[in-house]
């Protein structure tokens, strides 16, 4: 069949700048094509991208776009110039599935010649999916997500169609060896911006080396884990800021913690999580997280996650059995992500159990297991049933 991937007006695909979402189309795009279905992905322009190129089978076309800016209106009106561009250039086919904002309004407008237009949604619904009744399928990434779209839009229920996230076949490759070590790394990959609840891993990490402190005997010897933050902080690329990064910093100083640039090659980013032990995620977000992808591309190469308790997590996260889950919302949250992180620290045959079991859940979120899934509503979506 002739499938259509039309992604958002921010980020670049493959990742140059961004991250999982955009890895996850071009991993699902190369699974398509390996099946034998034609694939064209519609992106923004990018320095150092060609406008039009075919690489590896797939086509790329690549028109307009912008870097994020703070003010959510003055985005969603260039989203839409973006959106009115990128519809106009969109081939004939069977189905188009789009994670942008305006596109699954605009692309059933253009009378099938695009074929059945599908919408993605990576984000917790904010009322706008009136937008959408003409798409002939809604594909949420998890069940917290489409219960919302259900609840706020009752009627195109029947048009809803859970398909979770994947993770990039790089980090389902063969985990490496690990030798034992005396210091555990803690690794956060993600946006470096409040909602991903970094003050409250501030605090967590400042109770457990103060009572770390009191239990050792030498007063230099070392706290036996350091933490490690990967991730944007420009706020056109998804972070808090420059003045957001440099308070948290303020807040770590005299902490094992150093921060690292974002890695966007999924290769990279799989040697990234094999240097690291437990991937923190403490989102606060409670209706900006869909399905986040960092902890289980964490799992997948064998790491133990501590998560916020935010439903999405739930979607792949079994509590005490692949990863941990700590309570955000009382006023003991960082004391309770503390003692989570102390008792994985100091165990390290709970740590290696956990981590098997993760990736094991891992594995069931392959590209090919998610092109199955996909590949199934397209079907749905040209027979008409």
């Excluded at 695909?13 to 390996?34: I, K, M, N, S, T």
């Excluded at 004939?92 to 789009?98: L, R, Y």
């Excluded at 942008?100 to 407008?109: R, S």
């Excluded at 964490?298 to 059995?321: C, K, N």
Aim: charged share 25%.
């Amino acid at each position: 069949m002739k499938i259509t991937i039309a992604t958002g007006p921010i980020f670049p695909v493959p990742a140059v700048r961004g991250g999982a979402v955009q890895r996850l189309w071009d991993g699902l795009a190369r699974e398509f094509v390996q099946r034998g279905h034609e694939v064209t992905i519609f992106a923004r322009e990018f320095p150092g991208q060609a406008t039009e190129e075919t690489v590896d089978g797939i086509r790329y076309v690549r028109r307009g776009g912008y870097e994020q800016s703070t003010s959510i209106k003055r985005d969603l009106v260039q989203c839409l110039l973006y959106a009115l561009k990128t519809a106009r250039h969109v081939p004939p086919g069977d189905v188009v599935v789009t994670n942008d904002f305006w596109m699954p309004a605009i692309l059933p407008w253009f009378n099938g010649k695009v074929g059945g237009v599908i919408a993605s949604i990576a984000r917790f619904p904010k009322r706008q999916f009136f937008l959408y009744k003409k798409c002939a399928a809604i594909a949420p990434v998890s069940g917290s997500v489409a219960r919302g779209i259900r609840d706020q839009t009752p009627c195109i229920a029947d048009k809803v169609t859970v398909v979770p996230n994947c993770v990039d076949a790089a980090f389902l490759d063969p985990l490496p060896s690990k030798q034992p070590k005396a210091v555990v790394r803690v690794l956060f990959v993600g946006r470096i911006h409040p909602e991903k609840g970094l003050g409250l891993l501030a605090n967590a990490l400042r109770l457990l080396a103060a009572r770390d402190q009191k239990t050792k005997r030498p007063k230099d010897e070392e706290l036996g884990w350091e933490c490690v933050l990967v991730g944007p902080v420009k706020q056109s690329e998804g972070g808090g800021g420059e003045m957001f990064a440099e308070e948290l910093k303020r807040q770590l100083a005299g902490l094992p913690v150093r921060f690292r640039s974002p890695v966007y090659s999924p290769r990279e980013l799989a040697a990234v999580y094999d240097t690291g032990d437990i991937l923190l995620y403490p989102s606060v977000a409670e209706t900006g997280e869909a399905m986040p992808l960092a902890p289980l591309e964490g799992m997948a190469r064998g790491l133990v996650p501590v998560v916020s308790d935010i439903a999405a997590f739930r979607e792949y996260l079994e509590p005490g059995a692949n990863g941990i889950v700590f309570d955000h919302r009382t006023p003991q949250a960082a004391a309770n992500l503390a003692a989570s992180l102390r008792d994985l620290i100091g165990d390290p045959a709970r740590r290696e159990r956990m981590g098997t079991a993760a990736r094991q859940t891992a594995e069931n979120f392959s590209p090919a297991a998610v092109a199955d899934k996909y590949l199934q509503l397209f079907e749905k979506v040209i027979s008409g049933t």
